[in-house]
């Protein structure tokens, strides 16, 4: 289709469907003058004198505003719709195609770059100068910028992979979403590193937690506060964002590790690498996980707790769904089977060694294990279709009453204990 106007373009494309139904309008609808050109030169493109009419309409319609102000919202939307079926009813459909675009523009589908450039609405049908100086510059400067931040990153690391510097720019470039102008510098301008990790949390936090309209244009001032951490630690309201986002850490962690638990296939290095991070899951008696799993020779525990007063406790890991069974029927009663004892006889062989190195590892590593005992997980009640959970969890209570410095428990109770602490208590 030619222009008659010397000003309007149309691209190539062809329609493959006739006309859609109702647009839903996402954001406020558009009207200004690249729309009213583009409707001027469709008007004309258009044969039948009900579809120019109805095309005229939408025009009318836009100059019917106040101070010369063209008017959009659902009602232009709704006239370039009629417009559109009236197009279709005459197969006109390369009315229809132009029609389409220009409600995708006026319902802010189409960008106004693109909409200008695919019609020529004001360079009389050439290609903006302007604009592809204003890209190619774009481009060579980010080339300039990726060819100087590799050649930093491979200076400073000589043996790193094609994989480690494509991570490196890769971070990079989503910490330039959020460069800031620093006041002390004129004219330069300032890209933090971990700015992108920093935003995309706080983000999470807002989105899930908080009402707030554009959450991603709020963490871009947030995160562009050198201080934001510091004034959210400080005050009241920050203070519970920071909480909201440790419970959903902590909620996402309970789903991930009852996933886990609840595998038959999961051994007990992938039970071992999903616990080992998160201590609060064993109870807030416990500050933190120890860094040094050895801490006698020969013997390597699992997972070493540190509890407030610096004692230690060890947890030692068997299979949670792949075990054959944790109890067993006997003289009429259940008792813990084989592996639970195995499993126990185990835990007090580290306690035992733990004692005899008291001095040793208090010295060299600051932990006292004068106090220390032992958390045992093993099974899940699901292993035994015939026995009822309570009676499982019963079994290994009746136990654990007659150990002294060792707890049996299944990883379902521990996952349930830590899923009841995120509704029933505060984590401060």
Known sequence: MASTTGR?????QSVTAAASG???VTMSSRADWSLELQLEATQKEAVHPDVQNAIAQAIVYMHSGKSRRRRGGRALVERLEVARLRASEENEWHVVRLLQDALDYATGRILNPDFEERYRLFQDGGRSDHRR?????VFFGMQEFVRGASRKFLEDNESASAQELLAHLTSVVADGKFLDAPEDRPGRYRLVRGRAELALWLERVLRDRIDIEDPSAKVGNLVRTPAVLELLAGDVDGQSILLAAEMKRRAESVTQIRAICESDLATERDLQRVLEKQAWIFGGRFVGAVGRRRLVPGDEVDIPLVRGDGSLQIVELKRSRAIRAIVKRHRGSLVPTSEVH???????NYLVGLDENRSRIREEFGIETRRASALVLIGHPACHSDVPEGEV??????LNSHLNRVEVMTYKELVDNASRSLTEAPLY
């Open 22 to 24: 109702p647009i839903f």
């Open 133 to 137: 100086d204003f890209v190619s510059g």
């Open 8 to 12: 309007f373009v149309a691209c190539g």
């Open 393 to 398: 969890n019963e079994t290994l209570r009746t």
């Open 342 to 348: 195995d499993a126990v006889a185990q835990a007090v």
